[in-house]
């Protein structure tokens, strides 16, 4: 097609075999929506295109992705305000006839699976390394593996005893991902062999970081976790994923560490040698 649909916040570029969906970077563009940039989805991807009646004179063209086929929409699991929701194009009223041409363009370039949900990822994730400031950690994420790094601030107890956390793509199964938004956000890595039992509080899982107010916001929390399952995907099927070297060790937040746990030995919540093993730990880091 080669054209071009703008729309408020947004314009699509239409392509043979896909389309590029354009975000702005102004003020009033939901913040996800500038933190993704661009995305280009393959018709392949998308499973129908709806056209409706927006607000305040407006029309809505919402692509609509198959299930399977974009990392960002499976983690999101409807969570997303439909202001965030990255397949959909608020234009002015006058170009509902634009609208319906192109939504009849589109429809007509899906792929025959289209009822289907697909095999495998067809939408690029956000590319590593990754990382974001929770509530009680630090998550970072080099194409590899996922790190925890707990704040004495805001971790429990569980999750200093626990120590700081290093998760290989290769051992996780897929990533849960409650929006900050709500009560109980988090996001939680689901281990490739754990046990069958339901997981208990985000707040006492080592393999979970929690959310909180100005803390794993929405718009660097949710592409983190479509990079993890998307690499997550990508190494069942046997496809390598991206290494990044790890950062080097900061000494000055190894020695905050360990006055922590000092301080959680001191008040009886950890034992003798619970603070023994985890103090070499932090040193043999150095």
């Given at each position: ?18 389309v590029?969906i ?10 996800l929506?500038?933190a993704?940039?661009e ?17 305040r004179g407006?029309v809505v ?9 974009d990392?960002?929409?499976d983690?999101?699991?409807?969570q997303l ?9 608020v234009?002015p009223a006058e ?8 939504a ?12 289907q949900?697909?095999?495998r ?10 990382s974001?400031?929770?509530y009680?950690?630090?998550?970072s994420f080099d194409?590899?593996?996922?790190a ?11 999750k200093?005893?626990?120590?700081d ?8 199964a897929g990533v ?10 988090h996001l ?5 062999d ?6 208990g ?5 080592p393999?979970a ?11 660097e929390?949710?592409?983190?976790a479509?990079?993890v399952l ?8 046997g496809l390598p994923a991206?290494?990044?070297p ?5 000494p000055?937040?190894?020695?905050d560490?360990?006055r ?17 093993t985890?103090k ?7």
């Open positions: 097609m080669g054209d071009v649909l703008a729309g408020f916040h947004a314009a699509w570029e239409f392509d043979t075999d896909s590029l354009r975000f702005e970077r102004g003020i009033r563009t939901p913040r929506l500038q993704l940039g995305r280009r989805i393959p018709y392949e991807a998308l499973a129908a295109v709806e056209q409706a009646p927006g607000k407006t063209l919402r692509a609509v992705p198959r299930p399977g086929a990392p960002l929409m983690v999101a699991n409807g305000k439909e202001v965030c929701d990255p397949y959909r194009l234009l170009r509902d006839a634009l609208a319906e041409y192109y009849d363009e589109i429809r007509a370039s899906l792929g025959p699976c289209a009822d949900p697909a095999e990822h067809l939408v690029a994730a956000p590319a590593p390394p990754l974001f400031k929770a009680d950690g630090k998550a194409g590899a593996s996922v925890f790094r707990w704040f004495w601030t805001g971790a429990s107890s569980a200093w005893k626990a120590g956390q290093r998760f290989a793509v290769g051992e996780l849960e991902w409650r929006s900050p938004e709500f009560a109980g956000g939680r890595l689901v281990p490739r754990g046990d069958s039992r339901q997981p509080p985000a707040d006492q899982d393999a970081v929690v959310f909180g107010m100005g803390y794993g916001l929405v718009h929390s949710l592409p983190f479509a990079a998307a690499a997550v995907r990508a190494g069942a099927r991206a290494r990044v790890a950062p080097r060790p900061d000055g937040g190894i020695a560490r360990i922590h746990l000092g301080a959680l030995h001191d008040a009886g919540l950890l034992t003798d040698d619970e603070f023994s985890k070499a730990e932090l040193l043999a880091e150095l």
